[in-house]
């Protein structure tokens, strides 16, 4: 009995560590999805004043990071950045933003690549989610075994 014991409690902890390797997964698609939001939000924001910068996109940049309660790598976000790719000019002399020249700074973000970045981190979160609940009715299901 002893045996059966230590394989359930080594099981039981092999699914938490499951649980909180897709909850790290999670964390941080949540945060792609808040970036992917903004800029998303912010495609329009030009300058306030003639030729003031427009808003610049911002990215998020991940790292496996090893995690020693856990003894294995998780993702995290290394740090959120602006992407420094030129801005989108538009001749527009009427606009409040617009330089001598006419022409206005638009945003660097494009909204195609947002929307897709957005999807892949739903999807992802949503698959991360999926390991969160198999884990928790695997333990419940556990749980009941024993009982009987």
């Known amino acids: 009995m002893v045996a059966v014991s230590g394989a359930i409690q080594t099981f039981a902890d092999n699914l938490k560590q499951a649980v909180e390797i897709a909850a790290h997964g999670s964390k941080f698609q949540a945060e792609r999805l808040k970036i992917a939001a903004e800029n998303l939000a912010n495609q329009d924001s030009t300058g306030a004043t003639p030729g003031a910068d427009a808003y610049r996109r911002k990215v998020i940049f991940p790292e496996n990071k090893y995690d020693k309660k856990l003894r294995t790598n998780v993702i995290r976000t290394k740090k959120v950045d602006v992407d420094n790719s030129e801005f989108i000019v538009k001749y527009d002399p009427y606009h409040p933003a617009a330089n001598e020249e006419g022409l206005v ?10 929307r897709a970045d957005a999807s892949e981190a739903q999807r992802s979160y949503e698959a991360n989610l999926s390991v969160i609940e198999v884990s928790n009715s695997l333990m419940q299901k556990t749980v009941e075994a024993i009982g009987r």
């Open 105 to 114: 700074k638009y945003p660097n973000v494009t909204r195609e690549i947002e």
